[in-house]
C-alpha cells in the first residue's frame, strides 16, 4: 500500500491506494462541510456542555444518587442534544440544501427527507 503525505500550512492530504484524505476527513466517500468559527465554536460548546451533562449523569450513578434525579438530569440532557440538533439542522438547510439546491443537485433534497424521518422517529 502506498502512501503519499502532503502537509502543507493550506491543507493536509494524505493518498493511500486511490483514496483522498483531508484533514482526517475521507473525500472519496464522504461529504465534508467547512464551518465558520462562529458557527464551529457554538457546536462545540453545545457538546461540551452536553458532554459534561452525561459525565455528571454517570457521577450520579455511581454515587447511588435517586432514580428521579438522574431522570430529570437524563431529560436535560436530551433537551439539549435537541437543541443542537435543531440548531446543525437550520444550519444545514441555510447553508449546504440551500447550496445544492441552487446548483442543481436536488438529491439534497431527498437526503434531507431521510434525515428528517430519521430525526422523527
Known amino acids: 500500500m502506498k502512501n ?6 493550506e491543507k493536509k492530504t494524505t493518498e493511500v491506494t486511490g483514496i483522498s484524505e483531508q484533514n482526517g476527513e475521507c473525500t472519496c466517500c464522504h461529504k465534508t462541510k467547512e464551518r465558520s468559527d462562529k458557527e464551529y465554536k457554538d457546536l462545540i460548546n453545545r457538546l461540551s ?19 428521579t434525579d438522574i431522570l430529570v438530569q437524563v431529560s436535560a440532557a ?3 442534544l435537541n437543541s443542537f440538533n435543531k440548531v446543525l439542522l437550520a444550519n444545514h ?19 434531507l427527507v431521510e434525515v428528517l424521518q430519521k430525526l422523527m422517529k
Open 4 to 9: 503519499n503525505i502532503t502537509d502543507t500550512p
Open 49 to 67: 456542555r452536553i458532554e459534561g451533562q452525561v459525565r455528571g449523569i454517570k457521577k450520579m450513578v455511581e454515587n447511588n444518587a435517586y432514580c
Open 78 to 80: 436530551n433537551a439539549a
Open 93 to 111: 438547510i441555510k447553508s449546504c440544501v440551500t447550496r445544492d439546491i441552487k446548483e442543481g443537485k436536488e438529491e439534497t433534497v431527498d437526503e
